[in-house]
T-cell receptor
Framework: ETGVTQSPTHLIKTRGQQVTLRCSSQ?????VSWYQQALGQGPQFIFQ???????GRGNFPPRFSGLQFPNYSSELNVNALELDDSALYLC?????????????FGQGTRLTVV | SQQGEEDPQALSIQEGENATMNCSYK?????LQWYRQNSGRGLVHLIL?????REKHSGRLRVTLDTSKKSSSLLITASRAADTASYFC??????????FGKGTTLSVSS
């Protein structure tokens, strides 16, 4: 167990709807990164939050947005859901911003868009 | 975009055998990491090797890094059924993101 928890574990949404996924980071970590993993693929970087500020973003449209709270937990919001958004969404917490240290992953949220 | 590419895509071995997976990447890196994923769940960090290191060990794991060839290998010695999982290499990009490959699926049978 990494101490990183994600909720919910599974979710089914209809195309066009909005969804919010949540992640609590490991104690002492101030950085949360979000990844999307399609079936049979490696995780794709969405964005990273460091000390409540966005600290880098991957090639995802603006309808993917995020937030980090003062306790360093984080949310991922996706608007206007599309069928291709169906994937496993992973959050990872780390000690400092960037990609220079070990990342601790949660178990993921499986999102299905129908 | 994929930075790392693992090879082979799938590997099947018997318990007790060694498993070797390779990773190639495209741009210069500061570090390379290997992760394991069981059945579409969260990823577990295995080992981090920095660009100025050539080899690193952790238990039954041995990782090598050749920055001139932009490649890395992960060796798991004396494999066990519990090692059955997908293995991913990840490199840092612009100091922020971990960029993952598509992974190697390892199956260890008893």
């Amino acid at each position: 167990e990494t101490g990183v928890t994600q909720s919910p574990t599974h979710l089914i949404k209809t195309r066009g709807q909005q969804v919010t996924l949540r992640c609590s980071s490991q104690s002492g970590h101030n950085t949360v990164s979000w990844y999307q993993q399609a079936l049979g693929q490696g995780p794709q970087f969405i964005f990273q939050y460091y000390r409540e500020e966005e600290n880098g973003r991957g090639n995802f449209p603006p309808r993917f947005s995020g937030l980090q709270f003062p306790n360093y937990s984080s949310e991922l919001n996706v608007n206007a859901l599309e069928l291709d958004d169906s994937a496993l969404y992973l959050c990872a917490s780390s000690l400092e911003g960037g990609a220079d240290t070990e990342a601790f992953f949660g178990q993921g949220t499986r999102l299905t868009v129908v | 975009s994929q930075q790392g590419e693992e090879d082979p895509q799938a590997l099947s071995i018997q318990e007790g055998e060694n498993a070797t997976m390779n990773c190639s990447y495209k741009t210069s890196i500061n570090n390379l990491q290997w992760y394991r994923q069981n059945s579409g769940r969260g990823l577990v960090h295995l080992i981090l090797i920095r660009s100025n290191e050539r080899e690193k060990h952790s238990g039954r794991l041995r990782v090598t890094l050749d920055t001139s060839k932009k490649s890395s290998s992960l060796l798991i010695t004396a494999s066990r059924a519990a090692d059955t999982a997908s293995y991913f290499c990840a490199t840092d990009q612009a100091g922020t993101a971990l960029i993952f490959g598509k992974g190697t699926t390892l199956s260890v049978s008893s």
